[in-house]
């Protein structure tokens, strides 16, 4: 059973950066996507990122440029660096793989 774990997310002003991370514990299979889903009050969830089994990274449009996914395939864990952030990026922030979701981390970007 796989399990993810968030952390990294806080309180930070405009322009500033944070970066989450996520562990998966457990057997990770390489045939799922793996990525960051984040959710606003009163809002979907959305995709932030993900990475392909062929090792692809997609991003929303939003966050192009400003957001790096990584991935440490020894530590089972990936990473979402979050830069230039913006109010608009304030959110609960969701690993997932597959059928599993991490907890999530908030995010709140505020002056």
């Not at 457990?26 to 969830?45: D, E, H, L, V």
């Not at 530590?75 to 793989?97: F, G, H, R, S």
Request: with cysteine; charged share 15%; net charge positive.
């Amino acid at each position: 059973q796989v399990q993810l774990v968030e952390s990294g997310g806080g309180l930070v002003q405009p322009g500033e950066s944070l970066r989450l991370s996520c562990v998966a514990s457990g057997s990770i299979s390489s045939f799922y996507f793996m990525g960051w889903y984040r959710q606003a009050p009163g809002k979907q969830r959305d995709l932030v990122a993900q990475i392909t089994p062929g090792d692809k990274i997609n991003y929303h449009d939003s966050v192009k440029g400003r957001f790096t996914l990584s991935r440490d395939n020894a530590k089972k864990t990936i990473y979402l660096q979050m830069n230039n952030l913006k109010p608009e990026d304030t959110a609960w922030y969701y690993c997932n793989q597959g059928p599993v979701w991490g907890q999530g981390t908030q995010v709140t970007v505020s002056s």
